[in-house]
């Protein structure tokens, strides 16, 4: 199996059948984008939800979706059969702005506007992710690291060694 770790800032995809993207996120977003009939699929990470006035810059949330999605469609994906999963969007630190609610609401309101079924979800919380996704198959699995730092009101189910299997 070969293993690519997709780190703040980037994408990465794939259409063969051993590869693995992962990536750990906090306040970050990532999105798994994948068409499933053709058997390729994508990673991204941003870090912030707006383009600042430098503009367009794939460490915010638009740009790096459409560089995923245009990337996936270049390589033989149909823009009809995109499906999505968001992970990430931790509060990592109460006190500051909820940077990691805003990254999730840019991602979800991208997929909105572009027509792309988000099918999955693991986001905001107050705990950072590590995120394995094999993009030939759509599964990921989520694992949560740390621990909590402000109270949390509702949590997705986990397994109880705190990973969660997405197909």
Known sequence: MQVIHVVQGEHAIHDHPDVVLTTVLGSCVSACIMDLDRGIGGMNHFLLPDAGPGGPDIRHAAAAMEVLVNGLMRRGAARGRLRAKLFGGAR???????????????????????????IASDLCGTQARRIRFWPVVGRVQVHLLGEARIAVREQPKRHPAGDVELF
Do not use: K
């Open 92 to 118: 990592m630190m109460a006190g500051l702005p909820d940077i990691g609610q805003r990254n999730a609401d840019a991602a979800r309101r991208f997929l909105q506007d572009e027509g792309i079924p988000l």
